[in-house]
């Protein structure tokens, strides 16, 4: 919001600078945004005459002007101003003068050919309004080449300040004076509202209030008046000055006390031609098919939950947000209806995001304006009328009534303190409460405090203390360190959290690129991927490919990859921490994480390189995701069950479980090629999933740990065994059983090689391991070599049928 030092001066007895104003509101929770001298600003513009406007030879939208800027001699300046015009007075400035609107800096030029010495300006780009429909156009007898700023009056500071949502006594400087004198920065003055008295009873009856009993009414109380014979036209310069250094424009003298009331006292108003209205006006909600012609030239449908003011013809007015531009006053209008009314803010600002329509009476009355100001302030605009225009005022009507929340507070005095820590005597802060509108009573440590009508946001004690707190000043409000924790702070993170940090932060690193898709699947889908009951369908569907809650992250990422393979990325890699929903009981809801990788999109990189040939993905890729996702986790994917069990999903072939007893942990595998044919991906899909819910807690660490790095001064050695097993049986049961012949001295055991064919027999393949040894006190001899190989041998023997291969 903006307002001048002289507009604050007329409500504020105060010798305090503008620094100190501007100060002083930040410090009471009004936010000086900014503070501006105009007349510093644009002292560089002056008052000039177009002495003559001609068609420019080669543009039709532009005119060659010859400008008399008060120099003695004509300017030559090209314009595209509508209004540019021979005989205009405007306003204009010289090369190497800064626009303010346009960010710029003007200078000589040539446009289309013809030169160009300056330019003629416009509202907007002097930023004293928002018109930028063609230039300033100034009366008659405007001097010619005195400083705009001076002709115009622009020479006092303009505050701008931010108002919260629940500070509607601020919309207005009377609001803002007030706060400033409780702060001690001076006295606030008296608005007389006391009532005019009337010619005779009103033409027009209080106007009905047609609403049904379930209907939302956003009219509470409204208040009208007639004033007759009035003499519109152009308002006093002092007034117009006011407003254009705030941003508006001066329209006539009844819409211009309607926003003098408006920014002044927070009071909105509005001014109808009363020989514009037929029949009796009344307030109702909207009907199907209405519309209104705003006073901003736009056309806005209306609908059954916005209310109107409405004569025989159809809506004159949109409740609390903009009148229509059918009754709008004119500087020929001569009876004049004047409204102040009470609204409802919460359906004042639903009817604002409805149509869009940002108004200064919609920004005023959504915020919450005193509701005890309706009658005084429809008095003020009628004493306004009749100074600057005369007239005879009818006898006001109202109708409605009006809602004032008589709000009342224990205060104990000892709050201050205790949520601030500042220590203010009582007699300071009710002082301090007084001065704000507050009427204090009670004795003691105790404060029965009434809240006055214009601040329906105090509702508790804490916003009292806050209230004083801002008066005293925020900046006083000490400053206490965090009392240091004597212990060590416990875990934040639940368990499930910390997984879910985990697997991001794996899965990244192993170069998958995290996606998040939609929790809702086809039913098709569900299907197919283990889910589809009836419990998990929705209710009301978003679309008809989003019915079913998924029981995989599959599906999501599945089609990821389809239409990044569409737009030419066959080779991804994804992966997605998220919920899946096996039941429709909380206890059904896991979280998953699952990862794919398509085409040639292995960790060591994708795509085709000189190098080497790009291998396509494969099942290995998948579990290798799968144990590095696994041993981030704290599992060891040696220390759990691997079996050949593929997922639905998966090729019959190339896929597996990994379970923990009875439990299933997670799936990995390479996507069956019947449903990578449906879903229409080319080239391999490898993918895992892991249910992180189902993974065991963690065991307690003992309290006397172990050393972080256990490493042996003697050099490891290695030995090759190679056995002939069935075909049937699984190399990670020899890994092992040759892992456990000797827990003490093996490290490490590994596949090197794996060979099927007629020397090993029919339905054998022959199996090549390395055993790595580790020595830790000393030197193994060869006997001692000899005895873990046999224990080897003998472990892989007794455990597979195999035998060692000669």
Request: hydrophobic residues 40%; negative net charge.
């Given at each position: 919001?903006k ?5 604050l001066?007329?409500?504020?007895d ?7 104003i ?10 000086l945004?900014?503070?501006e001298?105009?007349?510093k ?14 068609q ?6 532009l005119?060659v ?12 300046v090209?314009?595209?101003?509508p ?14 003068t ?8 003007i200078g000589?030029?040539n ?8 330019m ?5 780009e ?6 930028h429909?063609?230039?300033i ?5 405007a ?5 705009y ?8 500071v ?6 919260t949502?629940?500070?509607?006594d ?9 706060d400033?004198?409780?702060f001690?920065?001076?006295?606030l ?24 009993p379930?209907?939302p009414?956003?009219?509470r109380k409204?208040g009208?008046r007639?004033?007759g ?10 007034l ?7 941003g ?11 926003n003098?009331?408006s ?7 509005h001014a109808?031609?009363?020989?514009k209205?037929?029949g ?12 209104l012609?705003g006073l901003?030239?736009?056309?806005h ?7 109107v003011?409405?004569?025989?013809r159809?809506?004159?007015c ?5 009148g ?7 500087d ?6 004047m ?19 940002v ?13 005890a100001?309706t ?9 306004l009328v ?6 005879e ?10 809602v ?14 205790r949520l ?7 007699s300071e802060v ?9 009427a204090c ?16 946001d105090?509702?508790q004690?804490?916003?009292l203390v806050?209230?004083?707190?801002r008066?005293?000043g925020v ?15 416990p875990?934040m ?28 699947i ?9 889910g ?14 989003m ?10 990422l ?25 039941s429709d ?6 979280t998953?994480?699952?990862?794919i ?6 960790t ?5 390189h ?10 290995f ?9 696994l041993?981030?986790m704290?599992y060891d994917?040696?220390k759990?069950?691997i079996?050949?069990e593929?997922?639905?999903?998966s090729?019959?072939?190339?896929g ?5 007893g009875?439990?299933t ?7 069956h090629?019947?449903?990578?044919a449906?879903?229409?991906?080319e ?6 999933e892991l ?6 807690e963690?065991r307690?660490k003992p309290?006397?740990?172990?050393p972080?790095?256990?490493?042996s ?6 030995r090759d ?20 012949a000797?827990?003490?001295?093996i490290r ?7 060979f ?5 027999g029919?339905?054998?393949k ?5 055993v790595?040894?580790q020595?830790k ?6 006997e001692?070599?000899?005895?873990v ?7 892989v ?8 291969r000669?």
């Open positions: 919001m307002f001048t030092l002289d507009w001066k007329e409500h504020l105060t010798t305090a600078s503008a620094e100190e501007g100060q002083a509101l930040t410090m009471i929770g009004l936010e945004e900014g503070m001298d105009q007349g600003a644009l002292s560089a513009f002056v008052t000039a005459h177009i002495v003559s406007a001609e420019h030879p080669n543009a039709d939208k005119r002007c010859k400008v008399d800027a008060g120099t003695g001699e004509l300017i030559d090209v314009c595209g101003a209004n540019a015009r021979t005989g205009l007075k405007s306003v204009f400035a010289f090369p190497g800064y626009i303010p609107g346009k960010d710029m800096t000589k030029g446009i289309r050919g013809q030169v160009s010495n300056g003629l300006c416009s509202a907007a002097l930023e004293i309004s928002n018109d429909d063609g230039i156009e100034l009366p008659e007898d001097p010619v080449g005195e400083k700023v001076s002709y115009a009056g622009i020479i006092g303009v505050f701008d300040i931010s108002i949502p629940n500070r509607g601020a919309t207005g400087v009377y609001g803002i004076a007030r400033l004198a409780a001690g920065l001076g006295t003055k008296a608005t007389d509202m006391s009532p005019v008295s009337s010619k005779g009873p009103s033409p027009i009856a209080p106007l009905p209030q047609q609403f049904g379930d209907e009414k956003t009219a409204f009208g007639l004033i014979n009035i003499q519109n036209g152009p308002s006093p310069d002092w117009q000055q006011r407003l254009r250094a705030v508006l424009r001066p329209i006539n003298k009844v819409v211009d006390i309607t003098w009331v920014l002044g006292w927070g009071r909105p108003l109808y031609d009363a020989d209205i037929e009796q006006p009344v307030l109702r909600n909207a009907r199907p098919g209405e519309a012609d901003d030239n736009k056309l449908p209306l609908d059954e939950t916005m209310t003011i409405a004569d025989d159809g809506p004159l949109l409740g609390g947000i903009m229509g531009e059918r009754s709008g006053c004119t020929a209008t001569v009876n004049v209806f409204e102040c009314a009470s609204w409802d803010p919460e359906l004042v600002a639903k009817t604002g995001r409805k149509t869009g329509i108004s200064d009476a919609r920004y005023r009355l959504e915020r919450s304006v005193d509701p100001l009658e005084p302030g429809l008095e003020l605009a009628t004493r009749l100074e600057l225009c005369g007239g005022p009818m006898e006001p009507v109202f109708s409605g009534e009006d004032f929340p008589d709000t009342q507070i224990e205060f104990p005095i000892t709050e201050v303190n601030t820590g500042l220590h203010v005597p009582s009710i002082a301090i409460l007084s001065r704000l509108g507050f009573s009670g004795m003691g440590d105790t404060l029965t405090v009434k809240v006055p009508s214009w601040r329906p105090v509702t004690k804490a916003d806050e209230e004083v707190m008066m005293v900046d006083k409000v000490p400053v206490e360190p965090l009392p240091r924790l004597s212990h060590v702070a875990r993170l639940t368990t499930i959290q910390n997984r879910r940090r985990i697997a991001r932060r794996t899965l990244a690193a192993r170069g998958l690129d995290e996606a998040v898709t939609w929790s809702f086809s039913h098709a889908e569900a299907v197919q991927f283990g589809g009951s009836e419990a998990l369908q929705l209710a009301n569907a978003i679309a008809s490919d019915t079913d809650m998924r029981p995989s992250l599959l599906p999501g599945l089609a990821a990859a389809k239409r990044n393979a569409n737009r030419g990325n066959a080779d991804l890699a994804l992966f997605e921490v998220g919920q899946v929903f096996l009981s909380p206890e059904g809801q896991h998953y994480a699952t990862g990788r398509t085409g040639t999109a292995k060591s990189g994708a795509g085709r000189w190098s080497g040939k790009a291998e396509p993905v494969g099942v890729d998948a579990k290798a995701d799968l144990g590095a996702l041993d981030a704290g994917i040696d759990v069950q079996l050949a593929p997922a639905p999903w090729h019959p072939g190339r597996g479980r990994v379970a923990q009875p439990k942990l997670a799936w990995f595998g390479e996507l090629p019947a449903w990578a449906e879903l229409d991906i080239g391999p899909v490898a993918a895992f249910d992180l819910d189902a993974l065991p963690p307690r309290t006397k740990t172990k972080a790095l256990d490493f001064a003697l050099m490891p050695l290695s065994f190679a056995f002939v097993v069935d075909r049937s049986v699984q190399a990670a049961t020899i890994l092992r059983a040759a892992r456990g000797d827990k003490n001295l490490d055991v590994s596949v090197f090689d794996v099927e064919g007629s020397h090993v029919e339905g054998k022959s199996v090549a391991i390395e790595t040894l020595p006190d000393k030197t193994l001899t060869e001692e070599i000899e005895k190989s046999g224990a080897i041998v003998a472990a023997t007794k455990t597979t049928g195999g035998v060692l000669a």
